[in-house]
């Protein structure tokens, strides 16, 4: 089945198989060497990008659509993943404004307007993070592309995405401290500087180089190995591992680090 062919399918059936008017999108942060992205998607038939999303399949939770939904996107399994708000806005998704003639000229895709998916949608937020230098981006059947984005450069967004991807954002640098959000961005072994450089990336903001590791130490967060990584002449800093136990005790206490 071709593209087309497996659009044409969704709009006509799709509502055998996903639950009408509920969908979810994705917003999928990106993080590699002091640099945070976001995943955005060009959809076919409308000018602009908008989160990666889509339906929750009647045999699937709304977690394991989720899942299913960032890996379709990136090519990676079992990334981090929380769900972070509900948007249910009457006028979130304009339909009139898609472009039908830019799908094809002469198609089942006319019966659009009287589709399933015309109607007040309500969309399931959650946020993912990533090395993006990891990920292998695929749009879906109904995306033109799928690519990284500068966190600071995102343009006006379709529907509501800009308001997700800034809630998203939010949430994200809130559950930093009490998420084990880091953990799935850094190597099982690191030095000081990557970690604070993960806090201070995805914070957005300045942390104290001497006191926040050195805090996560003292706490028994990070434990210091007996090993060093050789990064230039007379430069070979000491490598650390997270205390997994210590390190999800904190979590639950809600332990700040800034």
Same mark, same amino acid.
């Given at each position: 089945?071709?593209?087309?062919?497996?659009?044409?399918?969704?709009?006509?059936?799709?509502?055998?198989?996903?639950?009408?008017?509920?969908?979810?999108?994705?917003?999928?942060?990106?993080?590699?060497?002091?640099?945070?992205?976001?995943?955005?998607?060009?959809?076919?038939?409308?000018?602009?990008?908008?989160?990666?999303?889509?339906?929750?399949?009647?045999?699937?939770?709304?977690?394991?659509?989720?899942?299913?939904?960032?890996?379709?996107?990136?090519?990676?399994?079992?990334?981090?993943?929380?769900?972070?708000?509900?948007?249910?806005?009457?006028?979130?998704?304009?339909?009139?404004?898609?472009?039908?003639?830019?799908?094809?000229?002469?198609?089942?895709?006319?019966?659009?307007?009287?589709?399933?998916?015309?109607?007040?949608?309500?969309?399931?937020?959650?946020?993912?993070?990533?090395?993006?230098?990891?990920?292998?981006?695929?749009?879906?059947?109904?995306?033109?592309?799928?690519?990284?984005?500068?966190?600071?450069?995102?343009?006006?967004? !379709?529907?509501?995405? #800009?308001?997700?991807? $800034?809630? %998203?954002?939010?949430? =994200?640098?809130?559950? &930093?401290?009490?998420?084990?959000?880091?953990?799935?961005?850094?190597?099982?072994?690191?030095?000081?500087?990557?970690?604070?450089?993960?806090?201070?990336?995805?914070?957005?903001?300045? !942390?104290?180089?001497? #006191?926040?590791?050195? $805090?996560? %130490?003292?706490?028994? =967060?990070?434990?210091? &190995?007996?090993?060093?990584?050789?990064?230039?002449?007379?430069?070979?800093?000491?490598?650390?591992?997270?205390?997994?136990?210590?390190?999800?005790?904190?979590?639950?206490?809600?332990?700040?680090?800034?």
């Amino acid at each position: 089945m071709n593209a087309l062919e497996e659009f044409e399918d969704f709009i006509v059936n799709g509502y055998k198989t996903y639950i009408p008017h509920v969908c979810i999108d994705c917003a999928i942060f990106g993080y590699h060497d002091h640099r945070l992205k976001i995943l955005l998607s060009q959809f076919e038939g409308l000018d602009g990008l908008c989160l990666p999303g889509g339906y929750i399949k009647r045999t699937e939770t709304m977690d394991e659509a989720a899942s299913r939904i960032v890996e379709e996107r990136t090519s990676i399994k079992g990334l981090y993943l929380q769900q972070y708000k509900t948007f249910g806005g009457p006028d979130r998704v304009k339909f009139n404004d898609f472009d039908l003639d830019r799908f094809a000229k002469d198609t089942v895709l006319t019966k659009l307007k009287s589709s399933w998916l015309i109607d007040q949608t309500i969309s399931i937020g959650y946020y993912a993070i990533t090395d993006f230098s990891l990920s292998k981006p695929q749009p879906g059947f109904m995306d033109r592309s799928c690519d990284w984005y500068d966190i600071d450069k995102i343009p006006s967004l !379709l529907f509501d995405h #800009n308001q997700m991807v $800034k809630n %998203a954002l939010q949430v =994200l640098r809130s559950q &930093l401290y009490y998420q084990p959000i880091a953990q799935n961005l850094l190597p099982e072994k690191f030095t000081l500087t990557e970690i604070h450089a993960v806090y201070e990336t995805i914070l957005g903001k300045k !942390l104290d180089i001497r #006191n926040f590791p050195k $805090k996560m %130490a003292f706490l028994g =967060l990070i434990t210091k &190995l007996n090993e060093k990584r050789n990064i230039g002449p007379h430069r070979a800093p000491f490598l650390y591992t997270f205390n997994k136990k210590k390190y999800k005790k904190a979590l639950e206490l809600g332990v700040t680090l800034s």
